[in-house]
């Protein structure tokens, strides 16, 4: 197999110095995957964990520190039924499935979003999940669950209110690294790069606050397309970005 098709290593063509601590990723076209081919919506979603999969081996393999994936929206409750609940199943059975060659391969899975709002079983392989791959040390692998960002920033609010109610923190003391660590992805750095498929140019409710000055790489292709090839030409224009931070150049 020539190096272009393998893409194990990191293609030369890449800045070792300048790969993304933390990429996160929009997963969306599964759908419209499926209906192009004829299929019922349910198969984009199945064949959508096979390119997650990949691409948190790739994250691993190309030195990335954190994955976090947008699996299931605030929103995607409005959906029809038999969709949420084959997407719930599918949760369960892929979390239950994939951990041994999580623990093989040193993962540490966490789950952001309203957690408590998800069928009881799901929960408990959630929980089991994290518990047993807390202490690996390879990459972090976060997956946005019954995650919306409005809910979250609320949330956080909420928490912190409480404790200013309670007299364990003063008004004064609340600042961003305070607000930060009481949003569920708490202690996380904030994504460097943020990659959305399927061509939509919109962050439906995701990291809007970690996103503040993250990058932004939206790609047609849609979700279970989406392979080492694609990633390779998103971290190749991620390079060539000029991030300023709201600063001048001298
Ligand atoms: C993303 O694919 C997966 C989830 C939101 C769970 P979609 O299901 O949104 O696919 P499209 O956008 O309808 O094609
Ligand atoms: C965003 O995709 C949510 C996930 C990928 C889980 P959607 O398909 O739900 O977003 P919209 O509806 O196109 O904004
Ligand atoms: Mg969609």
Known sequence: MSVK??????????????????????????????????????????????????LLRC???????????????????????????????????????ELEEMMAEDVKIRFVGDLKALPDSLQAQIAYSMEKTANNKGIQFNVATNYGSRQEILHACKSIASEVQQGKIRVEDINEELFERNLYTGELINPDLLIRTSGEMRLSNFLLWQMAYGEIYVTPTLW???????????LLNYQQRDRRFGKIKH
């Open 5 to 54: 098709q393998s893409l194990v290593e990191l293609p030369l063509d890449l800045d070792r110095q300048r790969i993304p601590r933390h990429v996160a990723v929009i997963m969306d076209g599964n759908g419209r995957w499926a209906k192009s081919r004829g299929f019922p919506r349910i198969i984009g979603h199945q064949k959508g964990v096979d390119a997650l999969k990949s």
């Open 59 to 97: 994250c691993d393999d190309w030195g990335i520190e954190v994955l976090t994936a947008y699996a299931f929206s605030t929103e995607n409750w409005g959906r029809p039924t038999h969709e949420v609940e084959f997407l719930m199943t599918l949760f369960e059975r892929v979390l239950r499935k």
């Open 224 to 234: 279970p397309d989406f392979d080492r090839e694609e990633f390779h030409q998103a």
